[in-house]
């Protein structure tokens, strides 16, 4: 059992919807990762997030440290927002590793 | 540059031979990541430099990988006698250092073994 699971896998929704990508994971973290892939892309980090939320646009992160949970969510969501999302738990300290999930596929359709 | 760099950006070779891919992270970036993604899988963490020094290689998937860095600044992924279930994405990642965990990743180099 992979100790970050993201869901859905894929997703696909309509121009303009709210989505909302969740993420859990098993390990004790000191900090949590969501990342955007673009096919054929590379990576760019969108939040790194200890706890509470972070707003960036039309971006939102929350992280809840007791139940283990992270959700990423996208307000009017726009076909340039399809992409692979990816959230990585960092452990922190001498734990310098990232544990990824699987990512979610997301495609907004227009 | 103002970002981390990764050469080549797509590799094609034959089973058996060797490849070697190079990363340059970002200036002052003490720590440098090695990841692979493989087609349909996750990210896979490799290895990981603090300076010059890789601390811990338990991820590096066999005797065929290896890799260094010199002058705490480029990194050199080198797999031996490649085989095809080493085609994947590998990709750089830079950060200040071990304990920050923001973490800046270059493009990667698509490799594809023949």
């Known amino acids: 059992k992979n100790e970050v699971e993201q869901s859905p896998q894929n997703l696909t929704a309509q121009e303009g919807e709210f989505i909302t990508i969740n993420c859990s994971y098993s390990v004790g973290i000191s900090a949590l990762h969501w990342l955007q892939q673009h096919p054929g892309g590379g990576i760019v980090s969108l939040f790194m997030?200890?706890?509470g939320k972070k707003k960036h646009g039309r971006l939102i992160a929350t992280i809840n440290i007791q139940e283990k949970h992270s959700s990423l969510h996208i307000t009017a969501s726009h076909p340039r927002d399809s992409a692979v999302y990816i959230c990585a738990a960092y452990s922190g300290g001498s734990n310098y590793k990232l544990t990824f999930g699987k990512g979610t596929l997301l495609t907004v359709n227009p | 540059g103002a970002g981390v760099s990764q050469s080549p950006s797509n590799k094609v070779t034959e089973k058996g031979k060797d490849v070697e891919l190079r990363c340059d992270p970002i200036?002052?970036?003490?720590?440098l990541y090695w990841y692979r993604q493989s087609l349909g899988q996750g990210l896979e963490f490799l290895i990981y430099f603090q300076g010059n020094s890789a601390p811990d290689k338990s991820g590096l998937p066999s005797d065929r990988f290896s890799a260094e860095r010199t002058g705490g600044s480029v990194s050199t992924l080198t797999i031996q006698r490649t085989q095809q279930e080493d085609s994947a994405v590998y990709l750089c990642?830079?950060?200040?250092?071990?304990?920050?965990?923001?973490?800046?990743f270059g493009p990667g180099t698509r490799l594809t073994v023949l």
């Open positions: 200036s002052g970036h003490t720590a």
């Open positions: 997030l200890s706890s």
């Open positions: 990642a830079s950060s200040l250092g071990s304990s920050e965990p923001l973490e800046f």
